[in-house]
């Protein structure tokens, strides 16, 4: 296996033979790592960064949070990349083992976020800091504007 490092502002994804998507990633290239599989194709690898990937990735991620709705809209006006910046943004890590989850600890409680398919899901974990005596969950219509989640999210148990 062989690997080859390069940069791309412009290529082209050939879905079907008949058919073709132009993608133009500017202004600025961005290096993607190839690697030559034991079939002869070329492959990119979702798991690997090079350094210079991670700084690249940080750019979307503000991207992301300029395409925000007003805070006053209800959370299903918003596209799932732009959540989930905002949800970094609040000091949320994503979950390895689950990506519909989200963690999040502060000095006072700690509190596991769900991205369900009909409502959003928090519990407050009792084995973090304070004096819960068990879990609290609580349960949030996406209906509600993000303000009003994040308010009450942040708010704590």
């Known amino acids: 296996m062989s690997t080859v490092f390069f940069s791309v502002t412009n290529f082209i994804l050939f879905s079907n033979p008949n058919y073709s998507v132009r993608y ?58 732009c959540i989930e910046a905002w949800l970094r943004s609040l000091g949320f890590f994503q979950s390895r083992e689950d990506r519909a989850v989200w963690l999040i600890e502060k000095p006072e409680w700690h509190a596991q976020l769900s991205l369900d398919v009909t409502d959003l899901y928090v519990r407050y974990l009792k084995t973090g800091p304070g004096n819960l005596e068990k879990d609290m969950e609580r349960r949030f219509s996406y209906a509600l504007s993000r303000e009003d989640i994040e308010n009450a999210v942040l708010g704590g148990p």
């Open 24 to 81: 133009s990633l500017s202004p600025k290239a961005t290096p993607f790592r190839l690697v030559r599989s034991s079939r002869g194709r070329l492959a990119i690898p979702v798991c690997s960064k090079s350094s210079e990937a991670e700084e690249v990735s940080a750019a979307p991620e503000d991207e992301w949070l300029k395409r925000l709705p007003d805070k006053k809209k209800p959370l299903y006006s918003h596209s799932l990349p």
